[in-house]
C-alpha cells in the first residue's frame, strides 16, 4: 500500500520584471538537500543551475525560468526560500572596526527589490547624437558571460565587461538611425565598445552596476568594541553568509 502524500502550501510571488503574479509551493527535503550540495561546492555556475531547477520544480505557472532577470531569480528564490525554511536568517556580520563577527537576525519577509521600472533610465547618451538603450540581460545570457579565472588579471576582467555589455545592449541609436543589437553582429558591437573614451565607458558600466538587486539596510553596534555600523546588505549571497 502506498503511502500518503503530504500537500504542500500554496503561496504567490510578483515577477519584478514584468509584474506577473505566480504560484509557488516551498520546496521539498529532497530539493533542500540539492541545494546545500551546490552551496557547499561553492561553485557560482552549479548553484545558479540548482537555483533554477528548485525554482522551476516549486513554480506552478508555465514560465521559462532561463527567461527571467538576474533580479526576478533574487526575489523568487527569497520568497521561497522564507516560505520553506523560515522567514528569519542569522547572519554573522564583520564588524568594519575590528573585524568581530556579530549575529544579526534577518527578516527575510521585509527584504524585497521593491518597484522595478525596467522603461526607465535604460538610455546611455555616449554623445549629443549617438546613445545606447540597454535591458536587463537573462540569467541564461548571464551564463554565457566570459568568467574571469585569475582577479588580478585585468585582460580577462574587461572581455568579462565587454561581454556583459554587449548582452545587455538593446540597441545603438543617431539622429536618424536606430540599429537593433540582434541586427549586428558580436565583433560589431564590441568595436563599438571600445570605440568609447573612458568616461563614457564608465557612464555603461555604472548602469550595469545600479541592476535592481535584493537590498536591506541594518544598523548594529558591535558585540566586542561597541562600534556603530551601518551595513547595506545587497544580493542574494548576502543573506546566505
Request: net charge negative.
Amino acid at each position: 500500500m502506498a503511502l500518503p502524500l503530504v500537500n504542500a502550501s500554496k503561496y504567490e510571488a510578483i515577477i519584478p520584471s514584468t509584474g506577473q503574479v505566480i504560484e509557488y509551493r516551498p520546496f521539498l527535503v529532497k530539493e533542500e538537500k540539492l541545494l546545500m550540495v551546490a552551496l557547499e561546492s561553492k561553485d557560482d555556475k552549479l548553484i545558479v543551475r540548482t537555483m533554477k531547477d528548485v525554482l522551476s520544480s516549486c513554480i506552478y505557472d508555465n514560465i521559462d525560468i532561463n527567461t527571467l532577470t538576474t533580479f526576478d531569480l533574487e526575489e523568487l528564490f527569497l520568497r521561497l526560500r522564507s516560505k520553506s525554511v523560515g522567514e528569519k536568517v542569522e547572519l554573522k556580520l564583520k564588524c568594519e572596526e575590528c573585524d568581530y563577527e556579530n549575529p544579526q537576525h534577518v527578516d527575510l519577509d521585509k527584504v524585497t527589490i521593491g518597484k522595478v521600472d525596467i522603461k526607465s533610465n535604460n538610455v546611455i547618451m555616449v554623445n549629443d547624437e549617438v546613445g545606447v538603450e540597454f535591458r536587463y540581460p537573462s540569467i541564461n545570457e548571464l551564463e554565457q558571460v566570459k568568467t574571469v579565472t585569475d582577479e588580478n588579471n585585468t585582460h580577462e576582467q574587461l572581455e568579462m565587461m565587454n561581454d556583459l555589455i554587449v548582452k545587455s545592449i538593446k540597441s545603438i541609436f543617431d539622429n536618424d538611425n536606430v540599429y537593433p543589437a540582434g541586427d549586428q553582429s558580436e565583433e560589431e558591437l564590441i568595436d563599438f565598445i571600445e570605440s568609447l573614451n573612458s568616461s563614457q565607458f564608465k557612464n555603461i558600466t555604472e548602469w550595469l552596476g545600479n541592476m535592481p538587486a535584493l537590498t536591506h539596510n541594518i544598523d548594529y553596534n558591535c558585540n566586542k568594541c561597541g562600534h556603530e555600523n551601518k551595513l547595506e546588505l545587497r544580493g542574494l549571497q548576502s543573506f546566505f553568509t
